[in-house]
């Protein structure tokens, strides 16, 4: 055998062992750990024992975009600046800096802005907090807060609300909003107190 043949061989050799390492190191590691994520299996493994379930997790996601159509062809829009999602109880999420567009089918377009919401995700049940405020047409309407029903075709705005028209400007402290035909109703929480209505 000459020497160019024995190069040629320990060259050979020396690649076969290092891709042997190579394989070892990437794909036979001891450190790499299999977890069965099959929840409807009842062996579920240490692994997962091991999490504390007390640990509340949440994650943020920006700007958050939702679009929903209801059977009657009214839609419903929502947006945020971000929201956070609790992995604990993933149906409801805290969105920031919120508009709401609800385009009801042959009426105005009702807009709310907020700076804080919770909405749900299965029922796309909102509740806008903290500086809201709504116009309607030429209406507009400041409160502290205003809740979505979706099941019960209504929205309901209270606590501080100021509510004005045109000319005119009133206090109250309820608003309902019929989301089928955008009728619009102002209550007092109290029956014996006047709804305060002054003309501009």
Known sequence: MNVKSIIQLS???????????????????DEEKIVNLDLNNDTISDKIDKIDVNKK??????????????????????????????????????????????????????????DFAKYNTKNYNTFFYQNVYCVYEDNKIYADNVDLLFKDNKSIIYNNVEFFMKNIAASADKILVNLLNGDIKITMNN????????KK
């Open 11 to 29: 060259f050979f050799l020396i690649l076969i062992i290092f891709l042997i390492y190579i394989f070892k190191a990437t794909f036979l590691s």
């Open 57 to 114: 997790f949440s994650n943020i996601i920006e700007n958050l975009s939702y679009k929903s159509i209801d059977a009657n062809g009214n839609e419903y829009r929502l947006n945020a600046s971000s929201g956070e999602i609790n992995i604990e109880d993933k149906e409801n999420i805290t969105l920031k800096e919120v508009t709401g567009i609800i385009n009801l089918k042959n009426k105005s377009k009702i807009y709310i802005n907020s």
């Open 191 to 198: 029956k014996e107190k006047k709804i305060k209505i002054t």
